[in-house]
């Protein structure tokens, strides 16, 4: 499977932004989808997941009500719509895919990957 994630950009604290994740080359409704991101010399660190079975969603602590993971199983897209963004959110955006029904807030459970996309937040 390969993933091409775009959306990401420049936004001003407070504002908002959609990335958007397109999967080829595999039966995207059989595979739980998640998004993490890695800020310059930090850890990879969970965003959110949301299940292929029953499309049952978690969050990052950090989350906190701010931002939401969908899926269009017609169009192969995994979403993440981002609100009241913060200057913390800044980091390259990664979504990811796995076959595992569980422990989906670790990244060695997703088998493929996308190349990321860059969002920046400006205070």
């Known amino acids: 499977m390969q993933l091409q994630a775009c959306g990401g950009g420049s936004v001003q604290a407070g504002g908002s932004l959609r990335v958007s994740c397109v999967a080829s080359?595999?039966?995207?409704?059989?595979?739980?989808m998640g998004w993490f991101r890695q800020a310059p010399g930090a850890e990879r660190e969970f965003v959110a997941t949301?299940?292929?079975?029953?499309?049952?969603?978690a969050y990052g602590d950090f989350v906190k009500g701010r931002f939401t993971i969908s899926r269009d199983s017609a169009k192969n897209t995994v979403y993440l719509q981002m609100n009241n963004l913060k200057p913390e959110d800044t980091a390259v955006y990664y979504c990811?895919?796995?076959?595992?029904?569980?422990?989906?807030?670790?990244?060695?459970?997703?088998?493929?990957w996308g190349q990321g996309t860059l969002v920046t937040v400006s205070s």
């Open positions: 990811a895919a796995s076959t595992a029904q569980s422990y989906l807030n670790d990244p060695g459970y997703y088998r493929y």
């Open positions: 080359g595999g039966t995207f409704r059989y595979y739980s």
């Open positions: 949301i299940k292929w079975n029953d499309g049952s969603k």
